[in-house]
């Protein structure tokens, strides 16, 4: 069977659930055009600065659209088969990923533009409000190890190619390091030398692209720099990227997040373009190219990943459904929106968007056959691959191919390293008060700072077999984030019960609610609960993980009380419409 014949309907089905699902709820959200946005009312052009759709389309989709709709697809598809995780990933991102993106940019809007955490505190308690931004805390240093981490290993080793060539990891080192310093210039530019927007993309989106042509020839070889292994270079790359995050954290965005996303946005476009395109001269020219070789469907139950259910909706996260987008949605780009009916493209339709990259990543497994030995190696890797057979067919050479696949995926990852690192700053200076410059890098230090803990610390499966820190934590990332998706629509769903008490809001997010609250505690408790105990009995691991894992588990469970406790108070309903006033 052809991918094609996947993809189409994929596309398809996407796209009407846009024209659908989407438009119903707009309606059942009762957006409204005329009245003025947060961003409308509080402009103040630093903070809340409304921007065109098309532009914050762009700069929403590159911040939720990182690695993980690449890494997630591609593990589920090589340990359960690509049929259950295409079923998950097109439900998934319809009925529960899309609405839980919208929600939680509509709930922002409504609430002033103030972040999800602050929509808990108004509709439920303080208490909530605290335990939340705990749990949020918790599940951001699990992302940033698990990114971390698998980024690291795209700078070591060597990639040997169908075709003979190899692909050098330091070579993409020294690509993404170029690539740093090319935001830097451009920031500086357009700060300075007042260099508008176009002139800045032809310039530097080029440039880009030589960097990544030249860092294959100049590698940038940590391991035989220093005479060690590879293993031991993975743990000093791991060591550099959480220094880039407490500077990026706490640098001026005019001077690093903001050129590098415009730069990223326009790599995953050229990614997304190239792999269609690919794909579609692949079908027509060189059948078997396109074909599907890997099984639809492998087992119930697997070594590598465990049960089918639930793991399967917890190692596929951002390609379906996402509790890190609520961040996203609530924390900048809720302060961006020019028009309140706008939130149907940007916060549905990124979603479904993403959905879409997600079904690429899988077809990168789709195309291996089941005894092929690239199916186990690290998601970024089989993601590289994947896309440089697809640009291959376009005339691209293979080594460019590979190494523009694997840059970008780095990139999406210095966006969520980034992103991820800075909340953690604003979580920190929330809880404990502290404002300022001191405050700030006390919150850096720390977000950064236990990552690396987890980072250093020697990584062992169940039979004491040292492996990865991201195949350790993709899982438990995993679940955190997914649990934390089903807490926002718990408190998406407190706040439409208060102000709507109509039974739609139980089908459109009480139910996914229900359906990721389950999924992600049974799966964070079938990792966590294990590891108390051994043939010998019940024992305190030393291992801080799993500690965290009951923190989450027990978070959840106090949130989860404190939400049926207030739906339960007998109250009327208040306003249908206007803000909640801070």
């Given at each position: 069977m052809s991918l094609l014949a996947v993809l189409i309907p994929a596309a398809v089905a996407l796209s009407v659930a846009y024209l659908t699902y989407g438009r119903l709820l707009a309606r059942l959200f009762r957006l409204d055009g005329e009245t003025p946005t947060p961003a409308v009312e509080l402009r103040d052009d630093v903070d809340y600065a409304p921007i065109p759709?098309?532009?914050?389309?762009?700069?929403?989709?590159?911040?939720?659209?990182?690695?993980?709709?690449?890494?997630?697809?591609?593990?589920?598809?090589?340990?359960?088969?690509?049929?259950?995780?295409?079923?998950?990933?097109?439900?998934?991102?319809?009925?529960?990923?899309?609405?839980?993106?919208?929600?939680?940019?509509?709930?922002?809007?409504?609430?002033?533009?103030?972040s999800i955490a602050e929509v808990v505190r108004d509709h439920m308690s303080h208490r909530s409000y605290v335990l939340f931004l705990a749990f949020v805390w918790i599940a951001l240093v699990y992302i940033i190890v698990a990114f971390t981490d698998i980024t690291a290993s795209s700078f070591i080793g060597r990639q040997t190619l169908?075709?003979?060539?190899?692909?050098?990891?330091?070579?993409?080192?020294?690509?993404?390091?170029?690539?740093?310093?090319?935001?830097?210039?451009?920031?500086?530019?357009?700060?300075?030398?007042?260099?508008?927007?176009?002139?800045?993309t032809v310039i530097f989106v080029p440039l880009v692209g030589l960097a990544i042509w030249g860092g294959q020839r100049i590698p940038f070889d940590l391991a035989g720099l220093l005479g060690t292994t590879d293993a031991t270079a993975q743990k000093l790359w791991?060591?550099?990227?959480?220094?880039?995050?407490?500077?990026?954290?706490?640098?001026?965005?005019?001077?690093?997040?903001?050129?590098?996303?415009?730069?990223?946005?326009?790599?995953?476009?050229?990614?997304?373009?190239?792999?269609?395109?690919?794909?579609?001269?692949?079908?027509?020219?060189v059948a078997g190219d396109a074909a599907i070789r890997y099984p639809a469907f492998t087992s119930w139950q697997t070594q590598r990943a465990g049960d089918l259910i639930p793991m399967l909706f917890i190692t596929i996260a951002c390609g379906a459904c996402s509790g890190f987008h609520s961040l996203i949605a609530s924390g900048t780009t809720s302060k961006q929106l020019r028009r309140e009916t706008d939130a149907r493209s940007i916060g549905y339709g990124t979603m479904l968007l993403e959905g879409m990259v997600a079904v690429v990543s899988l077809c990168c497994v789709m195309v291996l056959a089941g005894d092929d030995p690239r199916a186990g190696q690290p998601p970024n890797f089989v993601y590289a691959l994947g896309m440089g057979r697809f640009l291959e067919i376009l005339g691209v050479p293979a080594t460019v191919g590979?190494?523009?696949?694997?840059?970008?995926?780095?990139?999406?990852?210095?966006?969520?390293?980034?992103?991820?690192?800075?909340?953690?700053?604003?979580?920190?200076?929330?809880?404990?008060?502290?404002?300022?410059?001191?405050?700030?890098?006390?919150?850096?230090?720390?977000?950064?700072?236990?990552?690396?803990?987890?980072?250093?610390?020697?990584?062992?499966?169940?039979?004491?077999?040292?492996?990865?820190?991201?195949?350790?934590?993709?899982?438990?990332?995993?679940?955190?984030?997914?649990?934390?998706?089903?807490?926002?629509?718990?408190?998406?769903?407190?706040?439409?019960?208060?102000?709507?008490?109509?039974?739609?809001?139980?089908?459109?997010?009480?139910?996914?609610?229900?359906?990721?609250?389950?999924?992600?505690?049974w799966a964070l408790a079938a990792m966590t609960l294990p590891k108390f105990r051994t043939p010998a009995g019940f024992v305190l691991p030393a291992d801080p993980v799993p500690w965290a894992g009951v923190v989450l588990l027990a978070l959840a469970a106090v949130m989860l009380v404190e939400a049926i406790r207030v739906i339960a108070e007998p109250q009327s309903p208040s306003r249908l419409r206007g803000y909640v006033t801070p």
């Open positions: 759709p098309q532009l914050l389309l762009g700069q929403h989709f590159y911040a939720i659209a990182a690695a993980g709709p690449i890494v997630g697809p591609i593990l589920a598809g090589v340990a359960f088969g690509w049929l259950p995780a295409l079923l998950w990933i097109l439900v998934g991102s319809i009925f529960i990923g899309g609405v839980h993106d919208f929600a939680a940019l509509v709930a922002s809007i409504r609430h002033k533009a103030r169908e075709n003979g060539e190899t692909v050098s990891g330091g070579g993409i080192a020294t690509s993404s390091l170029l690539y740093l310093v090319l935001p830097l210039i451009m920031g500086l530019c357009m700060r300075y030398a007042r260099m508008p927007l176009w002139l800045a791991g060591v550099l990227l959480l220094g880039y995050c407490l500077v990026a954290a706490m640098v001026p965005m005019w001077l690093l997040l903001q050129p590098r996303g415009h730069l990223g946005g326009c790599f995953l476009y050229v990614a997304l373009a190239g792999a269609a395109v690919g794909l579609v001269v692949s079908d027509r020219l590979v190494s523009f696949a694997l840059m970008a995926f780095t990139t999406f990852v210095y966006d969520t390293l980034d992103v991820c690192t800075r909340l953690g700053r604003y979580i920190i200076q929330e809880l404990t008060g502290l404002t300022g410059r001191a405050g700030g890098w006390l919150g850096t230090t720390l977000t950064a700072g236990v990552p690396l803990i987890f980072l250093l610390r020697p990584q062992l499966d169940g039979n004491g077999v040292p492996v990865p820190a991201w195949k350790m934590f993709w899982s438990l990332f995993g679940a955190s984030n997914q649990l934390l998706a089903a807490l926002t629509l718990l408190g998406v769903t407190v706040w439409l019960w208060r102000t709507r008490r109509a039974a739609w809001v139980w089908l459109v997010t009480g139910l996914p609610t229900a359906f990721m609250y389950v999924m992600s505690t």
